[in-house]
């Protein structure tokens, strides 16, 4: 069925006798925190997970439950939230007794006006990359991995760096000026995907349209928007579908993704079906443009905020990467995941039946002091820095976890040479955007300093 990834998880949680995530007095923008109220945690009497407290610091919620409920089970939502570095690590790297079948389900009901537009624009999210736990996995991982592999990445880096330039260059008059410039909507949230754009020779439709759809499917599936929000990104959902799926349909170079796609074969010696073609590029154009740009604003915004740290980015040989490794630590832009039980299984001395649904808390994880001393602190260069959980374990590691990386360090350093006597506009943590599996800073206003 072409919406069956809009009813799912609903659908999962009444088989098993729990309630569905709810939109319940949900009516404001879930892309400014604090506009909704998310059901998980609130019926404790802590802060939501879509909160305006636990968005702007979701620490001291992580790590109380790292401490007293590190297994804990939300009984408005059906979700069990495990939260230590062990239990994680544990559950990413045994795909046979967690599944990875609910990873990209709505977590919200969707309208039924928001079903019908879907449905018209025949979306459908088969099993793919993330949300595919069958035979088929390892080639297609294979496939896309190739584009992104260290020595693609390598040769990658001047197109990078000129891009980066570019658009810093395009701030030049009004920065000079002593205008306030927003480097997150203006440069870090725009930067991965014109970069993608050009190593993909994607033309013919804007970088902001592209991360406009990408940021829609983002609300629309990790969000609590309201049910007029939930319409209008529904809209812009099916039109990033149909876009895809004309992309797919056409003639493109053997040598691109697209073509690769269109040659695959599956261990049956079947071609892949246009389908489950479109669902690679919808987690691949998603992935590549808005979690990367999250991690770019995340990483701007706090060596902005860290005294010494901007000038070190622009001077010092490796303290760029070594930075974007802190920050994917302490602040990584997808901040939890998702996981079902196939049968029962035991974390933490507490017994999970088959079906549970899990949230991997990623984002507690890198502050586990059980694995990483004074957690809180970011100190570049720490000695286990590459032991984090941001991009997973196992065979769902994120195949793109080197061009994000690469993206934000270049990123960092040039804006930190470009930009060098550039001050945050305003003391504080900008309005942050708060999903069920994502967060970032929505702005990053910098001035002359």
């Known amino acids: 069925?072409?919406?069956r990834i809009a009813m799912v998880f609903a659908g999962a949680s009444r088989r098993e006798g729990r309630r569905p995530l709810r939109s319940g007095r949900h009516r404001g923008e879930i892309l400014m925190a604090g506009t909704t109220t998310c059901p998980v945690?609130?019926?404790?009497?802590?802060p939501g997970l879509a909160d305006t407290p636990f968005v702007r610091d979701p620490h001291p919620v992580l790590a109380a439950l790292r401490r007293t409920d590190p297994v804990h089970f939300d009984a408005g939502t059906g979700l069990w939230l495990v939260s230590r570095y062990a239990?994680?690590?544990?559950?990413?790297l045994d795909p046979v007794a967690y599944l990875p079948d609910n990873a990209q389900h709505a977590v919200s009901p969707l309208s039924m006006p928001t079903l019908r537009g879907l449905a018209r624009a025949r979306f459908a999210l088969p099993p793919a990359l993330a949300n595919n736990g069958g035979s088929s996995h390892a080639g297609l991982r294979r496939l896309v991995t190739r584009f992104f592999n260290a020595d693609r990445v390598s040769a990658a880096v001047p197109l990078i760096e000129e891009t980066a330039?570019?658009?810093?260059?395009?701030?030049?008059?009004?920065y000079a000026s002593g205008h306030p410039c927003d480097i997150a909507a203006a440069y870090a949230q725009l930067l991965p995907c014109r970069v993608m754009m050009r190593?993909?020779?994607?033309?013919?439709?804007?970088?902001?349209?592209?991360?406009t759809w990408s940021d829609a499917a983002l609300e629309l599936f990790?969000?609590?928007?309201?049910?007029?929000?939930?319409?209008r990104l529904g809209e812009l959902v099916g039109d990033f579908y149909r876009w895809l799926a004309d992309q797919v349909a056409r003639d493109a170079p053997a040598d691109g993704l697209i073509g690769s796609l269109r040659r695959h074969r599956l261990s049956s010696g079947e071609p892949l079906d246009a389908s489950t073609a479109v669902a690679v590029c919808f987690f691949v154009f998603i992935a590549g443009q808005s979690t990367t740009g999250q991690l770019i604003s995340t990483a701007l915004l706090r060596a902005l905020a860290e005294p010494g740290a901007w000038a070190r980015a622009a001077a010092e040989d490796g303290f760029a990467e070594a930075w974007v490794e802190e920050i994917l630590r302490r602040e990584p832009p997808v901040t939890t995941w998702r996981r079902v039980t196939a049968h029962e299984v035991e974390l933490s001395g507490t017994k999970l039946p088959a079906g549970s649904q899990l949230l991997l808390m990623l984002m507690g994880t890198g502050s586990d002091p059980e694995v990483f001393e004074e957690p809180e602190v970011l100190r570049p260069y720490r000695d286990n820095i590459r032991h984090h959980l941001s991009f997973g374990v196992g065979r769902h590691r994120c195949p793109g976890a080197s061009l994000?990386?690469?993206e934000a360090a270049v990123a960092l350093r040039a804006a930190a040479r470009l930009l060098p006597d550039a001050v945050l506009t305003e003391a504080g943590d900008p309005p942050m955007l708060g999903l069920l599996s994502f967060r970032a800073p929505l702005h990053v206003v910098v001035r002359r300093g």
Do not use: C, F, K, N
């Open 41 to 46: 945690l609130g019926s404790e009497g802590l």
């Open 87 to 92: 239990d994680v690590r544990q559950v990413l």
């Open 1 to 3: 069925m072409p919406i």
């Open 165 to 174: 330039r570019e658009m810093l260059s395009d701030l030049g008059d009004r």
């Open 222 to 231: 990790y969000g609590w928007p309201s049910a007029e929000r939930q319409t």
């Open 199 to 211: 190593l993909l020779g994607v033309d013919g439709i804007s970088d902001t349209t592209l991360t």
């Open 404 to 406: 994000a990386r690469t």
